[in-house]
C-alpha cells in the first residue's frame, strides 16, 4: 500500500511563474491536507478538501493560491506568479474517510515539494 | 486559536541517556495529539497518535503522555541513540483533523 504520493520532490521557479504541486493520497483516502514550512519555521495549515470540495481554507494566502481534489486525479496546489517568499516546504497529508473503524484522526504525510523561487 | 510550543528549542545529549521533549498548547479542547520525527530534507514520520480520550501511547523505546487539563504531552525517549537525532514535532489535532504544529526540537545524540 504506497503512502501519500507527492511530486515533483524540487521544484524551480523564476519570478512570475506558476508552480503546481501534486498529491496522490493513500489508497482508500478521501481527505487531503496541505501545509507549508517555511525555513526556520514550524507547518502551517494550508487548506483541507475532499474530493470535489474545499472544506477549509482558512490558512490559504488570499491571492495567487489555489488548491483542488478532483473526482479523478490527484490533489493539486498551485502558486501562480511565484515570489521568493513562496520558496518552502509543501506538504501533503491525507485520512480515511470519517466515521469509519479506520479514522483514529491520524494524518500520513507525503516526502514534500520542495519550490525554490529564484 | 491554538498555538503549540516546544522548548528548548535544540538538545544535545550522550548516547544512552534517557530524555523527556516537552510539547504544551494553549486550547485544550483538542481531539487527538501526534507526535512526528522529521529528519533533514525529508517528510515526517509519525511516531505516536494519543487520542483525547487516552494519557498515553507506546511504541518500541518510545513513549508519549497527554495531560488535557494542563495543556501538556511528553515524548520520553529511553536510551537514546544517534539514530534518533532529528527533529521531532508535536502537533495538536483539532476539528477537522486540522494540525497545529510546534516549531520541533531539534535532537541530536552524540555516540
Known amino acids: 500500500n504506497a503512502g501519500v504520493m507527492q511530486n515533483p520532490r524540487h521544484l524551480v521557479r523564476r519570478r512570475g511563474q506558476e508552480a503546481r504541486l501534486r498529491c496522490s493520497p493513500m489508497?482508500?483516502?478521501?481527505?487531503v491536507y496541505w501545509y507549508r514550512q517555511l525555513p526556520e519555521e514550524g507547518l502551517k495549515f494550508m487548506v483541507y478538501?475532499?474530493?470535489?470540495?474545499?472544506?477549509?481554507e482558512s490558512g490559504m494566502p488570499k491571492e495567487r493560491f489555489s488548491a483542488e481534489f478532483p473526482k479523478e486525479g490527484p490533489s493539486i496546489l498551485r502558486i501562480q506568479q511565484v515570489v521568493r517568499g513562496d520558496s518552502a516546504a509543501y506538504f501533503c497529508?491525507?485520512?480515511?474517510?470519517?466515521?469509519?473503524?479506520?479514522?483514529?484522526?491520524?494524518?500520513?504525510f507525503g516526502e514534500g515539494s520542495r519550490l525554490t523561487v529564484l | 486559536k491554538q498555538e503549540v510550543t516546544q522548548i528548548p528549542a535544540a538538545l544535545s545529549v550522550p548516547e544512552g541517556e534517557n530524555l523527556v521533549l516537552n510539547c504544551s498548547f494553549t486550547?485544550?479542547?483538542?481531539?487527538?495529539l501526534q507526535w512526528f520525527r522529521q529528519d533533514p530534507g525529508k517528510g515526517l514520520t509519525s511516531l505516536l497518535l494519543?487520542?483525547?480520550?487516552?494519557r498515553e501511547q507506546t511504541s518500541g523505546r518510545l513513549n508519549a503522555s497527554l495531560d488535557k487539563s494542563s495543556g501538556r504531552s511528553t515524548l520520553y525517549i529511553a536510551a537514546s541513540q544517534p539514530g534518533d537525532s532529528a527533529t521531532y514535532l508535536c502537533?495538536?489535532?483539532?476539528?477537522?483533523?486540522?494540525?497545529?504544529f510546534g516549531k520541533g526540537i531539534t535532537l541530536s545524540v552524540r555516540p
Open positions: 497529508a491525507s485520512s480515511p474517510p470519517s466515521r469509519t473503524a479506520s479514522n483514529t484522526g491520524e494524518l500520513f
Open positions: 489508497k482508500g483516502h478521501s481527505h
Open positions: 478538501l475532499q474530493k470535489e470540495n474545499i472544506i477549509d
Open positions: 486550547d485544550s479542547a483538542i481531539y487527538n
Open positions: 494519543i487520542q483525547s480520550s487516552q
Open positions: 502537533a495538536a489535532i483539532g476539528a477537522n483533523s486540522k494540525l497545529t
